[in-house]
């Protein structure tokens, strides 16, 4: 997510750090590249002249010029109007005790709209309330048949057209009305309304919707919107809050490769803030949208807070315990480290993770293009291939032959053993030093140790060759083969 706006920001804010003093020409010409940054990421173009001026006045009126550190304080400068710039955000959804709130969902076809109100009918139950879905969408019937699936995956009841009632079938005003009904009648804390989409707006779409929301007077109305579309989920969201006056924004898709634009802009064009972002298929994808930790996450701050709270939703905590007890007791094996990555697999995709930790950020496009997956497969491969006393003192145990025997069973290379046994020292002398510490510590720690993780003289530093990217095991293997097929045809030159 914003991979690439991070990496742009981060290269135009370096250039202002690299400045032995900051005058007003060189902060603008450095902000420039922040400006491109910007639009090429898909943000609107009235939107980056409002915010670069904002950034420039907050400069000049905080003298940074004559500051200590100034271009860090141009840094936080832009941070803080990027977290302006998308908040604030108000994350409550207002449910009343003793009331039957109805919220609406709707948006354009293909946004992940169904899908979000079961999502958001999971966080909703979480919380102890009870949930009904209405399947409104009439346009779609396979709309209604996907809510009902879902429905039934969460235990929450589905409300569905009654194809048999006159006057019912076709109607999405009288199915909402019925819904509603329903609800209070069976006392029912929270009415999810499904509406209809289209492929793009147009005037059937705004008076169908108008019409549910006069006749039905849903309490809070959000919009569904594909963060994929740039600035084209903008001007939607411009055009529903115009008919509709509009709660919030719930953003999908914003784990794929979406370039930020929307959601930066989407605030400032419509003063309709993002309320939850789904960040993947999964019904339990949908998270409280937070401007201060996506400003940090977009300026390689990381986002620890996210991180822990995932860490504690998704790990198996009584496994963390026994590890935490082990590290204690001075104790960290290879298959230690292999249960640690399988934890750290559940938090998803390794670059949105050190996304997350603070100062890892620039190790994503380090290992851009590996295939990250195959290699911890073959990482697992050579620690099942050791004997369990291996695995627990492997620096002393294992000798060359033992090496040997452990690369043919895992079919790797002897090095690549080797290569493993050097890393874990240190990475077992780190760990047991963050023994006791909570998690947001350990994070911390990560970030202290970030700059010898990458530094190529460094302990647990990984070759990474011509093109500034971490090697696969494959990479590596063909490169040995290479320098190997060279220096035999150089042998035999010599011969010759």
Same mark, same amino acid.
């Given at each position: 997510m914003f991979e690439s706006l991070t990496a742009s920001l981060s290269s135009a804010l370096g250039a202002l750090r690299g400045r032995g003093k900051l005058t007003a020409a060189n902060m603008r010409e450095g902000l420039d590249g922040v400006r491109t940054a910007l639009l090429e990421a898909d943000v609107a173009y009235d939107v980056v002249n409002q915010f670069l001026d904002r950034v420039v006045a907050d400069a000049v009126g905080a003298k940074v010029l004559d500051a200590l550190d100034p271009a860090q304080q141009i840094v936080g400068i832009v941070h803080s109007e990027l977290i302006n710039l998308m908040g604030p955000v108000?994350?409550?959804?207002?449910?009343?005790?003793?009331?039957?709130?109805?919220?609406?969902?709707?948006?354009?076809?293909?946004?992940?709209?169904?899908?979000?109100?079961?999502?958001?009918?999971?966080?909703?139950?979480?919380?102890?309330?009870?949930?009904?879905?209405?399947?409104?969408?009439?346009?779609?019937p396979a709309a209604i048949e996907q809510l009902v699936v879902l429905g039934q995956k969460l235990g929450v009841p589905v409300h569905t057209p009654d194809?048999?009632?006159?006057?019912?079938?076709?109607?999405?005003?009288?199915?909402?009305?019925?819904?509603?009904?329903?609800?209070?009648?069976?006392n029912i804390s929270v009415v999810i309304l499904d509406t209809a989409g289209r492929l793009?707006?147009?005037?059937?779409?705004?008076?169908?919707?108008?019409?549910?929301?006069?006749?039905?007077?849903?309490?809070?109305?959000?919009?569904?919107?594909?963060?994929?579309?740039?600035?084209?989920?903008?001007?939607?969201?411009?055009?529903?809050?115009?008919?509709?006056?509009?709660?919030?924004?719930?953003?999908?898709?914003?784990?794929g490769d979406a370039r930020g634009g929307a959601a930066l802009s989407v605030k400032s064009v419509t003063g309709v803030p993002i309320k939850f972002i789904g960040t993947g298929e999964q019904i339990e994808a949908l998270e409280d949208f937070h401007p201060?930790?996506?400003?940090?996450?977009?300026?390689?701050?990381?986002?620890?807070?996210?991180?822990?709270?995932?860490?504690?939703?998704?790990?198996? &905590?009584? *496994? /963390?315990?026994?590890?935490?007890? $082990? !590290?204690?007791?001075g104790e960290f094996t290879l298959e230690d480290f292999k249960k640690m990555l399988l934890q750290t697999r559940r938090l998803g995709p390794l670059g949105k993770v050190l996304g997350m930790i603070p100062g890892m950020g620039g190790m994503q496009e380090m290992l851009a293009g590996a295939d990250l997956e195959k290699d911890m497969q073959r990482l697992f491969g050579v620690i099942d291939s050791m004997t369990p006393e291996e695995r627990r003192n492997p620096s002393r145990v294992i000798d060359q032959s033992r090496r040997r025997r452990i690369a043919t069973g895992a079919g790797v290379e002897a090095q690549e053993v080797s290569e493993l046994v050097k890393q874990f020292d240190g990475m077992s002398s780190m760990m047991k030093g963050m023994a006791g510490l909570g998690m947001r510590d350990r994070m911390k720690e990560m970030q202290r140790? &970030?700059? *010898? /993780?990458?530094?190529?003289?460094? $302990? !647990?530093?990984?070759?990474?060759?011509?093109?500034?990217?971490?090697?696969?095991a494959e990479e590596r293997r063909k490169q040995k083969k290479q320098r190997d097929k060279e220096l035999r045809r150089k042998n035999r030159g010599l011969q010759g």
């Open positions: 108000d994350h409550s959804l207002h449910l009343e005790a003793g009331k039957t709130t109805i919220l609406m969902l709707c948006g354009l076809q293909g946004s992940g709209k169904t899908t979000s109100c079961a999502k958001l009918a999971r966080k909703i139950k979480e919380q102890g309330r009870s949930v009904l879905l209405v399947a409104a969408d009439l346009q779609r194809t048999v009632a006159t006057g019912f079938a076709g109607d999405p005003v009288a199915v909402c009305n019925a819904g509603v009904a329903r609800a209070r009648k069976e793009s707006i147009d005037s059937a779409l705004m008076q169908e919707l108008t019409r549910i929301d006069r006749a039905v007077g849903p309490d809070q109305v959000y919009l569904v919107v594909d963060a994929m579309t740039g600035q084209d989920a903008v001007q939607s969201a411009k055009a529903f809050n115009d008919a509709l006056e509009l709660n919030g924004v719930i953003m999908t898709k914003l784990d201060e930790r996506m400003a940090g996450r977009i300026l390689g701050m990381g986002d620890v807070l996210t991180l822990v709270e995932e860490a504690q939703r998704k790990f198996d &905590q009584d *496994e /963390m315990q026994e590890q935490e007890a $082990r !590290l204690r007791a140790l &970030q700059g *010898e /993780m990458t530094n190529p003289s460094g $302990r !647990l530093a990984r070759s990474k060759g011509d093109t500034g990217k971490r090697l696969t």
